[in-house]
C-alpha cells in the first residue's frame, strides 16, 4: 500500500483510515472484538477527524492571511498614487472606491482570523494529532510507556486511558490559556504531569530552612571568638 502524493487532504486521510484499519484488524495484535471496535470507532475516529479539523484550519488559517498581506500592499500602493489631472478624474474615483473595498476586505479578515483564532486552532489540532499518532504506534509496537507489558491486552486499559485524556484536549481548543497552563509530558509520566509550580513552596521552604541553620551556625561561631 502506497502513501497518496497528496500528503494531506481527502486521499491522505482515507489512505490512513484504510492503513490503519488493518493493522487493528490484525491478528498478531491478539486483541478482543471489544478492543477492536474501540481502536476504531474511537482512536481512528479520533485521528481522522482531527487530520480533517487541521487541515480545514489550514486552509482559513493561510487564506485569511494571504487576504490580509495582500491586501495591505495593494492599499499602500493605491494611497500612494497621486491621480490630480483632470483627466483621470473618473479613475481616482474608482481608485478611492478600491481602496475603500480592499480596507474593508483587509478589515473582515483580520476580524474573521482574530475571531476564530485559526493559527492557534490549527497547532493545537496537528499537537493532539501528532500524539495521538505517537500514542497509537507506541501501543502498536509496545514501546515506550508499553514496554512492560506482555501483550496488547494488558497494556490496552493503560492506552485507553491515555487516548481519553488526549481527547478532552480537543474541548480545550476554544480556551488556549486552558491548554498553554499545561506542563510538557515526561517520557514515562502520564498524558499530564503535575505542574512543577507545585514543588515551589517546598523548595523554597527548604531553602529558606537552609538559610536559617547557616546563619545561627555562624552566629554561634562569631559568639564564641568575642568571649574571653
Not at 487541515?55 to 492571511?65: K, V
Request: proline share 3%; glycine share 4%; net charge positive.
Amino acid at each position: 500500500m502506497s502513501l497518496p502524493n497528496a500528503y494531506h487532504g481527502a486521499s491522505y486521510r482515507a489512505w490512513l483510515n484504510e492503513d490503519l484499519s488493518a493493522m487493528i484488524e490484525s491478528k498478531e495484535l491478539g486483541l478482543s472484538n471489544l478492543h477492536k471496535n474501540y481502536l476504531r470507532s474511537r482512536w481512528l475516529e479520533q485521528v481522522l477527524r482531527m487530520e480533517y479539523k487541521s487541515n480545514r484550519a489550514a486552509r482559513m488559517y493561510y487564506a485569511l492571511r494571504l487576504i490580509t498581506v495582500i491586501g495591505c500592499i495593494f492599499i499602500l500602493m493605491l494611497v500612494s498614487l497621486k491621480i490630480d489631472d483632470q483627466r483621470w478624474a473618473t479613475w481616482a474615483v474608482s481608485v478611492r472606491y478600491l481602496t475603500i473595498s480592499l480596507s474593508l476586505l483587509v478589515s473582515i479578515s483580520v476580524a474573521v482570523e482574530h475571531l476564530f483564532n485559526y493559527g492557534e486552532r490549527l497547532w493545537q489540532y496537528q499537537r493532539i494529532v501528532e500524539r495521538l499518532k505517537s500514542e497509537g504506534w507506541r501501543f502498536l509496537q509496545l514501546s515506550g510507556r508499553y514496554r512492560h507489558y506482555a501483550s496488547h491486552s494488558e497494556a490496552f486499559p493503560l492506552f485507553a486511558n491515555q487516548v481519553e485524556a488526549l481527547s478532552q484536549r480537543e474541548a480545550e481548543v476554544s480556551s488556549p490559556e486552558v491548554v498553554r497552563e499545561r506542563v510538557v509530558e515526561e517520557e514515562h509520566g502520564g498524558v499530564e504531569s503535575p505542574k512543577k509550580l507545585d514543588l515551589l513552596p517546598k523548595e523554597n521552604g527548604q531553602s529558606a530552612a537552609t538559610r536559617t541553620t547557616m546563619r545561627d551556625v555562624v552566629t554561634r561561631h562569631l559568639n564564641q571568638q568575642r568571649m574571653p
